[in-house]
């Protein structure tokens, strides 16, 4: 059986104060992405790639599986930022997989965006760091 503790006004408090700040720097990086003239979700898709551990290909199922959504909406989006000429796709050696890759003007385009969200982290940062910190030191009884 597990322990139940008592969960106190302050962990509601901390929670909801962890939870807004979240929100408030995710709403902070959608600005910055428009501000940068990308979509959000095609933000998220470029930083998927350009943030791929080394030993991965940016291959549309992995893509997909990164941004937690089905494969026939990774491809949509793969779609809308092609036309934008952020990314663009080629087949891996094999010919097995389609890969998608960043051009030119997607990895310019995502440098500025990433410098505005680590820009706004140095303020957002520490302010999500205290509301964990007061989330996991909480004392239940």
């Known amino acids: 059986m597990v322990a139940r503790h008592k969960i106190s006004d302050s962990d509601y408090r901390a929670l909801s104060d962890f939870r807004q700040n979240i929100h408030d720097y995710l709403d902070f990086s959608d600005k910055a992405a428009k501000a940068a003239g ?5 933000y998220q898709l470029m930083l998927a790639i350009k943030g791929l551990p080394a030993e991965m290909e940016p291959a549309v199922g992995t893509l997909a599986a990164r941004l937690r959504v089905r494969h026939h909406s990774a491809v949509e989006l793969i779609d809308r930022t092609e036309r934008n000429g952020f990314v663009a796709r080629e087949r891996s050696a094999n ?5 998608v890759q960043l051009t030119t003007k997607g990895a310019h385009t995502l440098e500025r965006a990433v410098a505005a969200r680590l820009e706004e982290l140095q303020s957002a940062g520490p302010v999500l760091v205290n509301a964990l910190r007061r989330l ?3 004392k239940r009884k």
């Open 38 to 42: 990308i979509e959000p979700r095609q």
């Open 95 to 99: 010919g097995r997989y389609v890969l």
């Open 136 to 138: 996991l030191h909480s």
